[in-house]
């Protein structure tokens, strides 16, 4: 609903692609890049500055497919949808995007050297052992 307030230009088209713009030049890089981090730091257990790497490293691969995906949803949503249902669209297109991110993300985890994966999960099989034994 902010992009409703930002003054557009008179032709639809116009706005509509002034709004697709603002959407993906605003809101997409920080998001990817946080996604990515958090994936590594908090999920895998990674150092952060490893999951700050791999959000750098899968930033430009993952904005060359958000921007024509997003780009062609975007526009639907700000020229076809009526106002009343965009948040439910947008949150039904959502649902498979986040599968193409976590597929993007399985893919950079199995890319990264055998030495960081095998300490996080000598970190993470540490952890479970304590608990194993905690309960015993």
Not at 71 to 80: E, I, N, P, W
């Amino acid at each position: 609903r902010l992009l409703e307030r930002v003054p557009m230009p008179n032709a639809q088209t116009q706005a509509v692609a002034l709004k697709v713009v603002l959407d993906q030049a605003i809101w997409t890089p920080p998001s990817i890049l946080a996604f990515y981090t958090w994936m590594a730091f908090h999920l895998d257990g990674l150092p952060l500055q490893s999951g700050v790497d791999r959000a750098k490293n899968m930033l430009w691969p993952t904005l060359q497919v958000n921007w024509p995906f997003w780009g062609g949803v975007q526009a639907l949503t700000f020229s076809v949808v009526p106002q009343p249902w965009r948040v439910a669209w947008i949150s039904v297109v959502h649902v498979f995007w986040n599968a193409f991110l976590s597929s993007m993300n399985q893919s950079a985890r199995a890319s990264q050297p055998a030495t960081v994966v095998t300490a996080t999960h000598a970190v993470h099989r540490q952890s479970e052992d304590s608990d194993t034994k905690s309960e015993i």
